[in-house]
């Protein structure tokens, strides 16, 4: 049975954890698509204008990152536009605190994976790569959930 300690630090533990995903939204959300596509992001949006997935292929510049362009081809038939572009950037650079937090309670403890989801919250280069139509934020989100999947894999000896 818990004490009542133990689910108090748990709620206060929630409370902060839930304060650092919306410092994290609150940092990266305002002006998202203020400022017009530039290179890059254009280099990953036109080529998912095309018609056909096997068109954007063609396109894109960068073979490490087709998975991306393909993505935005579906997406964009949702919509355009610079903050729309930019969303699931930034949905992913909030998911990616709480998947450090996830992981670090689980190898580390809960002050440690407070803290460094709070770092992460205020990275600049976090923040400026969840305000970007880029490959960076889904891909960091990616690897510390599979960190996350791989350590609950061995707890669970799977």
């Given at each position: 049975?818990?004490?009542?300690?133990?689910?108090?630090?748990?709620?206060?533990?929630?409370?902060?954890?839930?304060?650092?995903?919306?410092?994290?939204?609150?940092?990266?959300?305002?002006?998202?698509?203020?400022?017009?596509?530039?290179?890059?992001?254009?280099?990953?949006?036109?080529?998912?204008?095309?018609?056909?997935?096997?068109?954007?292929?063609e396109l894109v510049q960068k073979p490490h990152s087709v998975g991306y362009?393909?993505?935005?081809?579906?997406?964009?038939?949702?919509?355009?536009?610079?903050?729309?572009?930019?969303?699931?950037?930034?949905?992913?650079?909030?998911?990616?605190?709480?998947?450090?937090?996830?992981?670090?309670?689980?190898?580390?403890?809960?002050?440690?994976?407070?803290?460094?989801?709070?770092?992460?919250?205020?990275?600049?280069?976090?923040?400026?790569?969840?305000?970007?139509?880029a490959a960076y934020s889904p891909q960091i989100a990616v690897l510390i959930?599979?960190?996350?999947?791989?350590?609950?894999?061995?707890?669970?000896?799977?």
């Amino acid at each position: 049975m818990e004490t009542s300690s133990k689910r108090l630090n748990a709620g206060l533990s929630l409370a902060i954890l839930l304060a650092i995903l919306g410092l994290g939204l609150w940092v990266r959300l305002p002006g998202l698509g203020r400022e017009s596509l530039w290179g890059d992001e254009i280099n990953l949006a036109y080529p998912a204008l095309q018609p056909t997935v096997s068109e954007t292929m063609e396109l894109v510049q960068k073979p490490h990152s087709v998975g991306y362009p393909v993505f935005l081809h579906y997406w964009m038939k949702a919509g355009t536009g610079e903050t729309f572009l930019r969303l699931p950037s930034l949905a992913c650079g909030v998911l990616s605190l709480l998947l450090l937090y996830l992981f670090l309670d689980r190898v580390g403890s809960r002050r440690v994976a407070l803290t460094a989801a709070f770092f992460l919250a205020l990275s600049p280069a976090h923040v400026r790569f969840s305000r970007e139509v880029a490959a960076y934020s889904p891909q960091i989100a990616v690897l510390i959930g599979a960190a996350l999947f791989w350590i609950r894999a061995l707890e669970g000896n799977r």
